[in-house]
């Protein structure tokens, strides 16, 4: 009578089960990373914000003539020329961090959830709980603008 030889199993060979449960464990682990990320960008960890420059070439000053209102994607600002004076609105929602847009008849929306801002970045109507913030821009010796984002 003849016993049949278990086969033999590879030296390196990894069980269905270790497999799964690696996967498992790496799913947990991607997962628990990608959630750390987010809560250290939510609570403003240097390092993890993906924002603009911290110091921006807007362009000349030419290129903001008076009594208007531009818009600046590379350093996320609005940017406001009256006679003499320029100013910078950062154009992030101090609420959650949408991208506010310009309103008709002047100030600045939320389009997320509503919040409204006057001329000069006041808050006028919430959720958000604090006005937008005002940028440092100066224009250098050669009319260059530029625009302190941090
Ligand atoms: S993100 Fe702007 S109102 Fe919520």
């Keep these: 009578m003849s016993q049949a030889k278990p086969s ?12 799964l449960a690696l996967l498992v464990h790496g799913g947990w682990a991607a997962a628990l990373g990608v959630l750390v990320y ?19 070439i807007a362009g000349k000053l030419a290129d903001f003539p008076p009594e208007t209102t531009i818009y600046v994607p590379e350093a996320r600002a609005w940017v406001q020329r009256e ?26 929306r939320c389009p997320c959830h ?23 821009i100066q224009t250098q010796p050669d009319d ?7």
């Design 8 to 19: 033999p199993e590879p030296i390196n060979a990894v069980s269905r089960r270790r497999f």
């Design 83 to 108: 006679a003499a004076s320029l100013t910078a609105l950062d154009a992030v929602c101090p609420h959650l961090g949408c991208l506010v847009q310009q309103k008709e008849g002047g100030g600045f």
């Design 38 to 56: 987010q809560i250290g960008r939510f609570l403003g960890a240097e390092g993890l914000q993906t924002g603009p420059a911290p110091l921006v």
């Design 144 to 150: 260059i603008v530029t625009i302190r984002t941090t």
């Design 114 to 136: 509503g919040s409204e801002f006057g001329v000069a970045g006041e808050l006028e109507r919430g959720p958000a709980e604090r006005p937008l913030r005002q940028l440092e």
